[in-house]
């Protein structure tokens, strides 16, 4: 069975780092053509990309958000990390992590979701 | 790249509901369908324009032609009511682009 989990704090303050965790089960990330990814859905808003780590260890990035956002694998633990920097009002949201075996199969397996409020 | 959906779509039970993704040649791109229901995560409904993983009812089903991808639903159910969201990898740049969701009200 694959699983995926988020985990992270529910509060950031503004201007912080953000660090979530994905961790999963069932799949190796390292396995050819898998990959692992996060997005996050703002209240009231859509569903948007933040970033993507392929099984070769290639990453991309939503260009809206620059630099502040980075993406790495810890294949011993099997985990997706994902940081964000100087968390926002507007970074409040919902995260998710999902994963995708190959780009023809879209995003077959999400995790529950974590929610994220960013005050002080 | 850019996909363009309705913001919403009403529909009564067992009647047929379309939700439209645009975009530009959308018929060359593989498109993937979402349902997202009120505080539950994304699921994938349809993978490259009209597959339907395991689970997903026959109701669901989908086409791509020309500038507009369409997820159709038959016999809509009260259990389809939520938010539904197109999405494709931007060609070259390996970016997701999500379209911007259409909200099905049954």
């Known amino acids: 069975q694959i699983t995926l989990k988020e985990s992270g704090p529910t509060v950031v303050e503004p201007t912080q780092t953000l660090t979530l965790t994905c961790s999963f089960s069932?799949?190796?990330?390292?396995?050819?053509?898998?990959?692992v990814g996060w997005f996050r859905r703002p209240p009231g808003k859509a569903l948007e990309w933040l970033a993507l780590?392929?099984?070769?260890?290639?990453?991309r990035y939503r260009p809206s958000l620059g630099n502040r956002v980075s993406i790495y694998a810890d294949t011993s633990k099997d985990q997706v990390v994902l940081t964000m920097t100087n968390m926002g009002p507007e970074d409040t949201a919902t995260y998710f992590c999902?994963?995708?075996?190959?780009?023809?199969?879209?995003?077959?397996?999400w995790g529950q979701g974590t929610t994220v409020t960013v005050s002080s | 790249y850019v996909l363009t959906q309705p913001p919403s779509v009403s529909v009564a039970p067992g009647q047929t509901a379309r939700v439209t993704c645009g975009g530009d040649?959308?018929?060359?791109?593989?498109v993937h369908w979402y349902q997202q229901r009120p505080g539950q995560a994304p699921l994938l409904v349809l993978y490259?324009?009209?597959g339907r993983p395991s689970g997903i009812p026959e109701r669901f089903s989908g086409s791509n032609s020309g500038n507009t991808a369409t997820l159709t639903i038959s016999r809509v159910e009260a259990g389809d009511e939520a938010d539904y969201y197109c999405?494709?990898?931007?060609?070259?740049?390996?970016?997701?682009?999500f379209g911007g969701g259409t909200k099905l009200t049954v």
């Open positions: 999902a994963r995708s075996h190959d780009y023809y199969y879209g995003l077959d397996v």
């Open positions: 069932g799949f190796s990330v390292s396995t050819n053509g898998m990959r």
């Open positions: 780590i392929y099984w070769d260890d290639d990453k």
């Open positions: 040649d959308i018929e060359t791109k593989t």
């Open positions: 490259a324009d009209r």
């Open positions: 999405q494709i990898w931007e060609p070259g740049a390996d970016h997701l682009v």
